[in-house]
């Protein structure tokens, strides 16, 4: 009888043991699953300039041999222009949305141009020209009608060119007069998060931006201006 007893616990304590150690695969065989499913953390990666803007990197390069596409270094990271999302004026905006950057659904659109510019069809000058020294770059949801400034710049600095990344992300092309030369910037704007994220050229450059950012808009003029 205390034979019998002692066979049973040990086939207790077996059976206990293959238990645990298949509750420990299944564990281990979810953890992994899940693991997998986990989407990586998102590294950005920083501009290059090349790929972004690659007609503005060669119009740099040409004035200035040393400047390298790839030399930019994150500076800083925060909330865009926290002013208010306003009603756009859309009767107003009717001559500016050829020259609106459209996202791929045409859902949203960079405005670069209907702060500062005026359109002219003047025979010696159609098209857009620039008003003033002062610069914006706005988001607009076209859906909603809203306009929210993202960017402002005056007399020190410039926008020359805006491009959507991907549906949600913003790439601002920028020039700044330090005093002592130029220096680019490349600013990457998240819609879904309101961050800016901020890259600056790691020197001065000698650099003349002249009429870039006028004709490159209106290189797009449309044929029935």
Known sequence: MKKLTLYLAAILVFAASCN???????VDADTAAAAEEAPAEETPATPDL???FPQLAQFIQTQDSAFTPSGFEEANFSRADTMAATVIDRQRLEP???YLVYNSDSSQAIDMVSYNYIISRNSNRPGLRAGGPDTEVAIIDMKKGQRRRLLYFGTMGAVLDVKWEN??????AVMK???EGIIPEICRYRTGTAEMETY???DTLKVQ???YAEEKLNS??????
Not at 20 to 26: A, F, P, V
Not at 220 to 225: G, M
């Open 20 to 26: 645990n150690e298949g509750s420990k695969e299944s």
């Open 96 to 98: 500016f949305l050829p």
């Open 50 to 52: 090349s790929l972004a």
């Open 200 to 202: 600056v050229y790691k």
């Open 209 to 211: 931006a002249g009429n």
């Open 167 to 172: 549906d949600s992300t913003i790439l601002i």
């Open 177 to 179: 007069d330090s005093g």
């Open 220 to 225: 797009k003029r449309p044929a029935s201006f």
